[in-house]
């Protein structure tokens, strides 16, 4: 008997119809004897119902009060859920964040878990029910309603199975696992069966967006095996995200990220001396712009060039700053370009085996891909290239690491 | 300073428009130096959607989840109305149920309140805020979410005021206050400046269904000051529910209350022997049939005739199981009749002024109008009558008691 965490999110469970099934399959699981805790998302649509009357009150609504208001939207759920399963023959008992404590920080809309009171769950377990957990919300210290931010589901989900010591935590989302890049770019994308959490961290906050990063770093930091699976296909094994082992191993690359909406923006000629990363940054930091890449080159003469990426929605506010910087330190010039975009090959197996980069490279020089950045890290090589490029990339990458093969 | 509970139901904060013409109003009784504390019911239509989803999944939804349901309602209130506090420039803080420990008993959508925490509610109030409580709502000794049924705001409020001892509850309704009958029969008819918690009971359960009898009945027993009001429009005095005092002493009667749907039902030429009430209304008990006025004429031979009245809706089902009875009692016969309507003259004054029902009486049959049943109790003098008199009766009374003219 097994004791399995199991996800359901917005769209799973976006009609009193999905429900009915989402009851169904849960119960599969059940008949199978396994114990099964049940953590679900509002109902599609209903969070941007609820933020939408706010907003008609006020611009600016208080996160404590947005927190009362949208986490209305799993309760909402949580009832329903429960009653599928009870017509369906299947106890089941509700509980919102706060019934069953989950202790979270007190900072509104974007919380982090601190702790989960596991006891009442685990009673009821005991006793043959499935327990449907309301996602996404908790409570601080003072018994305020917290959330942990969209997407903070997944989040709720792993960390009850981290507490309760779950086999598994399953997510159940519209895809049906992970795959080495997007099917959509590259039709031969295949579906992988296992991939670590570090990878998957890579993957997901390159543009797989598949799963929130939160909580395949808690899954991470607690060990807790993951699996992504079809909410909507029966039977599929899905994707297992875990931690390193000998079968991950195997595989020099994982997958291929990639990310559209990139711009650069270089300042070029500034004086080389110690601060100027800062003096650079630090305005486009207080606008509130993240950046993504940066590079500095080596000086030449007594100046340097600084590069970085950003968001291409925040393309034309950073170079405004950065040509404010660039008067005030008398650098040269700054251009920029926002019709690029970023492709990363992702694989933990990188570091055991020599020689990735330069199959990269050569894979996109063949097809004459100028590559315009580069940016390194221990599983992960991203290049910045025109984005005209980008399909031709990825397809060309995908290739090259013979991806489309299961790896043997 | 004043402390005061407010109340305002779900046609009040229908829309957002009506939440934003709330928070006005609850920020002119702060400003004139008031503590508030609202209490608010689920914008209306909510709980009725809520109830058709549940319906959409199962017949028979379980109580303990239909609670956990239902309850979202007011927590979507109390979110936005403190937001439209906030805008309009008023500290103000929600809370569920839960969060303020209205604890019930575990009687899901029929719990009674049996404590009120108001610790946190009166730190707040301290602090200068206005505290904002989700009403119908509370939880059990288990933390499970509660409901008290329809119309159950009332009630939170009331016994918050009572918690807090406060100065008064006032209830904001769709009407302006209590009447000394239903002014679209009698158009002479007028708002009453005072009445007692007793009559109000007794003009409630009969059809004037301006407050939730339960929270008159709390309000009485813990004599907190009941004031019902118009939520649409500004500077009524609406009608004061109190303990009884001089002022209302003086007034004989307070008003006409009236039952239209009534049925009565005689089984006639039963044995005259112990045990034969309980034989007669047990079976309809036990179908859930819920009996008004019961009449037994004294005997005449060995036999006796009973009378009882129904709601017209249970007309038939009440008739098919006395049929039953009749024939195990060997009874002569059941006569019925749903075309009949029940009028009462309400007044703590019949208390101490003799002749009340002689006058009563009096009127009645100087219209022509035959009485078919009597029923008396301390406060209240009911007769039943053909459904046709029901206005011609109503404005009878008003007429033969004064009401029109204030209690000089």
Same mark, same amino acid.
């Given at each position: 008997?097994?004791?399995?965490?199991?996800?359901?999110?917005?769209?799973?469970?976006?009609?009193?119809?999905?429900?009915?099934? =989402? *009851?169904? $399959?849960?119960?599969?699981?059940?008949?199978?004897?396994?114990?099964? =805790?049940?953590?679900?998302?509002?109902?599609?649509?209903?969070?941007?119902? @609820?933020? !939408?009357?706010?907003?008609?009150?006020?611009?600016?609504?208080?996160?404590?009060?947005?927190?009362? @208001?949208?986490?209305?939207?799993?309760?909402?759920?949580?009832?329903?859920?429960?009653?599928?399963? %009870?017509?369906?023959?299947?106890?089941?008992?509700?509980?919102?964040?706060?019934?069953?404590?989950?202790?979270?920080?007190?900072? /509104?809309?974007?919380?982090?878990?601190?702790?989960?009171?596991?006891?009442?769950? $685990?009673?009821?377990?005991?006793?043959?029910?499935?327990?449907?957990?309301?996602?996404?919300?908790?409570?601080? %210290?003072?018994?305020?309603?917290?959330?942990?931010?969209?997407?903070?589901?997944?989040?709720?989900?792993?960390?009850?199975?981290?507490?309760?010591?779950?086999?598994?935590? %399953?997510?159940?989302?519209?895809?049906?696992?992970?795959?080495?890049?997007?099917?959509?770019?590259?039709?031969? *994308?295949?579906?992988?069966?296992?991939?670590?959490?570090?990878?998957? @961290?890579?993957?997901?906050?390159? !543009?797989?967006? =598949?799963?929130?990063?939160?909580?395949?770093?808690?899954?991470?930091?607690?060990?807790?095996?993951?699996?992504?699976?079809?909410?909507?296909?029966?039977?599929? &094994?899905?994707?297992?995200?875990?931690?390193?082992?000998?079968?991950?191993?195997?595989?020099?690359?994982?997958?291929?990220?990639?990310?559209?909406?990139?711009?650069?923006?270089?300042?070029?000629?500034?004086?080389?001396?110690?601060?100027?990363?800062?003096?650079? @940054?630090?305005?486009?930091?207080?606008?509130?712009?993240?950046?993504d890449m940066i590079i500095q080159n080596i000086a030449q003469d007594d100046?340097?060039?600084?590069?970085?990426?950003?968001?291409?929605?925040?393309?034309?506010?950073?170079?405004?700053?950065? &040509?404010?910087?660039?008067?005030?330190?008398?650098?040269?010039? =700054?251009?920029?370009?926002?019709?690029?975009?970023?492709?990363?090959?992702?694989?933990?197996?990188?570091?055991? /085996?020599?020689?990735?980069?330069?199959?990269?490279?050569?894979?996109?020089?063949?097809?004459?891909?100028?590559?315009?950045?580069?940016?390194?890290? &221990?599983?992960?090589?991203?290049?910045?290239?025109?984005?005209?490029?980008?399909?031709?990339?990825?397809?060309?990458?995908?290739?090259?690491?013979?991806?489309?093969?299961? *790896?043997?």
């Amino acid at each position: 008997m097994a004791l399995i965490v199991q996800k359901y999110g917005g769209t799973s469970v976006g009609t009193i119809e999905r429900i009915k099934a =989402v *009851a169904e $399959r849960v119960k599969g699981y059940r008949d199978a004897g396994n114990q099964v =805790v049940v953590v679900v998302s509002a109902m599609s649509g209903e969070t941007n119902k @609820l933020i !939408g009357l706010a907003q008609e009150i006020s611009e600016n609504p208080s996160p404590r009060e947005m927190d009362v @208001l949208v986490s209305t939207g799993e309760q909402v759920t949580i009832a329903l859920l429960s009653m599928a399963l %009870q017509a369906a023959g299947v106890e089941a008992r509700s509980y919102t964040g706060a019934q069953v404590c989950i202790l979270t920080d007190a900072a /509104h809309s974007k919380a982090r878990i601190s702790d989960i009171d596991d006891a009442r769950v $685990r009673a009821d377990l005991n006793e043959g029910r499935v327990v449907v957990v309301a996602g996404f919300q908790g409570v601080d %210290q003072q018994g305020n309603i917290t959330t942990l931010g969209r997407g903070g589901s997944d989040t709720t989900a792993v960390a009850m199975a981290a507490a309760l010591k779950a086999d598994e935590c %399953q997510i159940f989302t519209d895809v049906d696992g992970v795959y080495t890049t997007d099917p959509r770019i590259e039709p031969k *994308a295949r579906k992988l069966d296992r991939i670590t959490f570090e990878e998957m @961290l890579e993957m997901a906050s390159l !543009g797989s967006k =598949v799963l929130q990063i939160r909580s395949v770093e808690f899954a991470g930091k607690y060990n807790v095996p993951l699996r992504v699976l079809s909410s909507f296909e029966e039977g599929g &094994e899905g994707t297992l995200i875990t931690l390193e082992d000998e079968s991950v191993e195997q595989a020099k690359i994982s997958g291929i990220a990639f990310n559209r909406d990139e711009a650069k923006l270089s300042i070029k000629g500034v004086p080389d001396q110690p601060g100027v990363a800062f003096s650079i @940054l630090g305005p486009v930091a207080r606008a509130n712009v993240e950046v993504d890449m940066i590079i500095q080159n080596i000086a030449q003469d007594d100046t340097t060039d600084f590069t970085f990426t950003v968001h291409r929605n925040d393309y034309k506010k950073a170079k405004e700053i950065l &040509e404010n910087t660039a008067r005030e330190l008398k650098a040269r010039e =700054v251009i920029g370009d926002d019709k690029i975009v970023k492709i990363s090959i992702v694989g933990v197996g990188m570091r055991s /085996h020599a020689g990735i980069a330069s199959t990269m490279f050569e894979a996109l020089a063949r097809e004459g891909i100028n590559i315009r950045m580069i940016s390194t890290s &221990e599983i992960k090589i991203s290049v910045v290239v025109d984005e005209k490029y980008l399909e031709l990339g990825v397809r060309t990458l995908h290739e090259a690491f013979n991806l489309a093969e299961a *790896a043997g």
